[in-house]
């Protein structure tokens, strides 16, 4: 290799000083076409005019300053010219280039044609990727409204509604809770009056999964409207149970039992129930074909890629529809401020673990009685650590017994005991699944705080462990409840430690994977406060989606949906009914308001009789107020009133006045403007007037 390197270079001369060099020359012709030129446009200086400097400075470089000593580290000057160089040196590379006689200019990259229309169509498929809704056929000029009718502007009672031009469909029929105004009131069911004018096109119902928010209003509905309803069999296992409690058991007749990735035809479209992660089992999200595109519902979700059960989000069929184009994306909201990923349900798992270990006596958990997963993992650490399993409280009962009947729990009957049975065994060796996490007063926990439960009498060796969080609007009952227990001596294990309850629901950075796997046109925030909401569509704009192509909805807003936009069209009548659990029964709203009224301002009885005659009472009016003085002061306000219906029954002379309804009305509007002017209390008041001649 070396020899054949040699053959490349011109042959040294050995006189350093020769003037004619071939090599040399071709050098310099080369450099000329480099240089710049001076401003009177000569040429500037060229090898040959240095070459004088050599020959008077034998043994020296040519331009070398005599007096310097020779710096091996010092770079050459770019501005020096290629005729200063040595004649004899090398070049540096195989070119022949010398780095100091200046660097080439870099050749721009020669863009072909060939590879600006690859870079076009790569840019093309970028683009069907990004926005692949834009493979939806737009001929259809049909539409699409959506109506919530609960689940926004709150947590809990969803149901909502989607009606194309001649048939409709229910999304969930969910109920919520009160808070601590709706007195005597246990839960609240969905206004169902917007059902009842269209009824004639509504086809059926639609269950994404057996939570009390997205099923508990049924009965109430059914004891109404009833359609046809669609639902996997745990779902409908949920609802039957409780149909069976309002004396509903014919209207199994009414259920379909769904497989998922398949097809059901309700009226003008076709459903797919996809699995989802929830913080239940058997959880699932819709895709729906419309006339006008493809509508994803999420429903309740978070993405657990290590579920109890080992089923993980379906999220091959979100993929698949995403990539065959979306018209309309709705999506769950309650964890929309939440940044990363909800936890997964097994964390919670290893914190029973640890609890288990640490306690010395019984331990009773109570958690969502649905939470079928959180209820398994309890009961197998339980197992583990040679306990026996004491189930209480009525829906906690029934969910355990539905789902080990449908195999979604796999525990044998040996491991079971009944509550009476519980004084038979050491305190170390119970565990007790209960009801009433949120506080409820005639849960089964509530009971036994109170001291009131026939079989749970608390310990203080006893552990309470509350796996869950206080739902919105729960927040007071659950503060009581704990204030009980630790009144009662136990330990609580409530929020100190962090894994011992996660969400059910997703938080952002699951919301960003469907938003991308889905990439929709269209985006519709649902399930959550109206703060909740806003935070996804946030999201979602970062994700891509228009904010043009975004609604922030509240119940009661219909939403028009077509391939070319979104719009909000009219506003349909929504509520809440109040509902008594003890029986069943609805609260009328009057009543409820009457409560509300009773509980701030308070009361006042007037009872009197008057004589026709005279137009003057018959003896003293019995006076009774509650809620509004303290008992210390009954005499004097009672003495105000007796004066002030003397004043105006000389004032009005009612001698011979037989219409006791006009009397009681004018007294009582009198008795109302002293109490407002005195106490500012707008009081509840009732009068009664007997006439007597």
């Known amino acids: 290799m070396e020899n054949q390197d040699n053959n490349q270079q011109p042959k040294r001369n050995p006189n350093p000083y020769r003037q004619n060099r071939p090599a040399e020359q071709s050098a310099v012709s080369k450099n000329e076409q480099r240089e710049p030129r001076q401003n009177n446009n000569q040429p500037a200086k060229r090898e040959g005019e240095n ?39 090398r070049p540096s590379n195989k070119s022949g280039g010398n780095k100091n006689r200046g660097r080439r200019k870099q050749q721009p990259t020669n863009v072909s044609e060939e590879m600006k229309v690859c870079l076009a169509e790569n840019e093309r498929v970028q683009q069907e990727r990004m926005m692949p809704w834009k493979q939806i056929e737009m001929q259809s000029k049909g539409k699409i409204r959506f109506t919530p009718l609960g689940g926004l502007g709150e947590i809990g009672g969803n149901i909502a509604v989607m009606e194309s031009e001649n048939s409709a469909f229910i999304i969930d029929v969910g109920m ?70 309002h004396g509903l058991s014919a209207d199994t007749k009414y259920f379909n039992f769904v497989t998922k990735r398949k097809l059901y035809e309700i009226g003008d479209f076709k459903v797919e129930w996809m699995h989802m992660t929830h913080s239940i089992v058997d959880a699932s999200s819709l895709a729906i074909e419309t006339p006008v595109g493809t509508i994803i519902h999420t429903a309740d979700f978070k993405i657990d890629h290590t579920p109890i059960d080992g089923y993980t989000a379906d999220l091959h069929r979100f993929a698949h529809y995403g990539a065959k184009g979306v018209l309309c994306l709705f999506s769950d909201s309650t964890n929309s401020h939440n940044p990363g990923f909800t936890k997964s349900e097994k964390v919670v798992g290893k ?56 195999g979604y729990l796999d525990l044998e009957d040996k491991h079971f005991i009944e509550a009476h049975e519980i004084g038979r065994y050491k305190d170390e060796e119970i565990l007790v699944v209960t009801t009433g996490s949120q506080g409820e007063a005639m849960a089964a926990l509530s009971r036994m705080a109170t001291d009131e439960h026939r079989h749970i009498k608390l310990k203080p060796t006893d552990t309470i462990i509350i796996s869950a969080s206080a739902i919105p609007g729960n927040e007071a009952s659950v503060s009581k409840l704990m204030n009980l227990l630790m009144k009662a001596g136990v330990t609580v294990r409530y929020k100190e430690f962090s894994d011992i309850h996660v969400s059910g629901h997703a938080a952002q ?48 807003d219909q939403v028009e949906i077509t391939q070319k936009f979104i719009k909000k069209v009219k506003a349909v009548k929504t509520g809440k009914r109040y509902i008594d659990n003890m029986n069943n029964h609805e609260i ?21 009789q008057i004589s026709t005659k005279t137009g003057k009472t018959v003896g003293k009016p019995a006076i009774a107020t509650f809620g509004i003085i303290p008992d210390k002061d009954d005499k004097r306000f009672e003495k105000e009133i007796e004066q002030m219906i003397e004043t105006y029954l000389l004032s009005s002379k009612t001698e011979g006045n037989t219409n006791s309804k006009k009397i009681e009305e004018d007294i009582q509007g009198a008795i109302r403007k002293h109490v407002v002017r005195i106490k500012k209390l707008y009081p509840v008041i009732t009068v009664n007037v007997f006439l007597a001649n």
């Not at 710096?71 to 050459?76: E, G, L, Q, T």
């Not at 709706?182 to 509504?202: A, W």
């Not at 399993?389 to 829906?395: A, F, K, Y």
């Not at 959550?528 to 043009?548: M, Q, S, W």
């Open 51 to 89: 070459r004088g400097e050599r020959k008077s400075h034998p043994g020296k470089r040519p331009g070398q300053n005599q007096n310097r000593r020779p710096d091996a580290n010092r770079k050459p000057n770019s501005h020096q010219k290629n005729g200063n160089q040595k004649p004899n040196s």
């Open 176 to 245: 919520s809770f009160p808070d601590e105004t709706m007195h005597g009131v246990d839960i609240l069911v969905p206004d169902f009056s917007y059902l009842h004018t269209i009824k004639e096109k509504i086809k059926g119902i639609v269950i994404t999964h057996s939570h009390e928010d997205h099923i508990g209003a049924m009965p109430y509905l059914f004891k109404e409207l009833k359609f046809p309803i669609y639902g996997t069999p745990l779902a409908l296992a949920m609802i039957e149970n409780k149909f069976n409690e």
């Open 351 to 406: 914190t029973f673990d640890s609890l288990f270990e640490m306690a010395k006596g019984r331990v009773i958990m109570s958690t969502f009685s649905s939470n079928v997963h959180r209820i398994f993992q309890a009961m197998e650490r339980g197992i583990k650590h040679g306990r026996k399993l004491c189930v209480i409280g009525r829906s906690m009962e029934r969910n355990i017994e539905t789902t080990r009947k449908l």
């Open 509 to 556: 950075e699951e919301q960003k994977l469907i938003l991308r796997l889905v990439q929709p046109k269209f985006f519709l925030p649902v399930h959550g406060e109206y703060n909740h909401i806003a935070a996804h569509a946030k999201t979602a704009a970062g994700c891509g989606v228009d904010k043009r192509n975004m609604l922030l909805m509240s119940d009661g």
């Open 588 to 608: 009328f709203n009057d009543v409820v308001t009457d409560r509300q009224k009773l509980a701030t301002d308070g009361i006042i009885n007037v009872s009197m």
